[in-house]
């Protein structure tokens, strides 16, 4: 149980375009999903956090305007990076967490990005 | 906010050998504390996890200690086989702002020599 799954696995796209990627708890709800970007060889850095139904929280630094979250059901959350740059390039990955207070978070398998 | 370090950042050990990874927090507030294995181009996997309640946990080859007066979890990899060779992470999670965020540790890239 507790499987999260990503779509795509892997994106290139042009510099200006957006690209969405998709997050989903398969065999459970997700009440809270968090993002993650991770730069070759580093840590994850949580970019934000949303809760179905509301707003996502962002991390100190990430742009709310250029990350945009989108949580509407217990199962699906959608990461829209818009107009791209090459500096976006990176490897996203979110994670899905069934309680708010005493659950693990379980990780999706990452979305690499490219951007030409 | 917190900080996780984490050493080594590398590490090579003998198959059958043992493997010790450490990390110290900052936040006397964390009170959960899990380990994830992250293999190349994937998602990080949970291996196991303690709370601030439990002072040690065991899951076959793997043990995860915690010391909260000195601020210290280590993960024990024991028996250990190729296919534990990976990137491991460990993080304290805090309550922030109505959510339950982790913050990782840098890494430690193990290598299993057969």
């Known amino acids: 149980g507790a499987v999260v799954s990503q779509h795509p696995s892997r994106v290139i796209c042009k510099s200006g375009t957006s690209v969405k990627i998709e997050c989903r708890s398969l065999?459970?709800?997700?009440?809270?999903m968090f993002w993650y970007r991770q730069f070759p060889k580093q840590s994850l850095m949580l970019m934000a956090t949303?809760?179905?139904?509301?707003?996502?929280?962002?991390e100190q630094g990430v742009e709310k305007d250029k990350f945009l979250i989108n949580h509407a059901s217990l199962t699906l959350s959608t990461l829209t990076v818009t107009s791209a740059h090459p500096e976006d390039s990176s490897f996203y990955i979110c994670?899905?967490?069934?309680?708010?207070?005493?659950?693990?978070?379980?990780f999706g398998p990452g979305t690499r990005l490219t951007v030409l | 906010g917190e900080n996780v370090e984490q050493h080594p950042s590398t590490l090579s050990v003998q198959e059958g050998d043992s493997a010790v990874i450490k990390c110290t927090y900052s936040?006397?507030?964390?009170?959960?504390f899990p380990w994830y294995k992250q293999e190349l181009g994937k998602g990080p996997q949970l291996i196991i996890d303690?709370?601030?309640?439990?002072g040690e946990k065991k899951d076959q080859r793997i043990a995860v200690t915690l010391n909260k007066t000195a601020k210290h979890f280590s993960l024990h990899i024991t028996e250990t086989q190729p296919e534990d060779s990976a990137v491991y992470f460990c993080?304290?999670?805090?309550?922030?702002?109505?959510?339950?965020?982790?913050?990782f540790g840098t890494g430690t890239r193990l290598t299993i020599i057969p």
């Open positions: 994670s899905a967490q069934r309680f708010t207070s005493t659950d693990t978070q379980y």
């Open positions: 065999d459970f709800q997700a009440t809270t």
């Open positions: 949303s809760n179905e139904g509301s707003k996502a929280t962002y």
């Open positions: 936040d006397s507030a964390s009170n959960y």
């Open positions: 303690i709370r601030s309640n439990v």
């Open positions: 993080a304290a999670s805090i309550w922030s702002r109505g959510n339950e965020k982790l913050t």
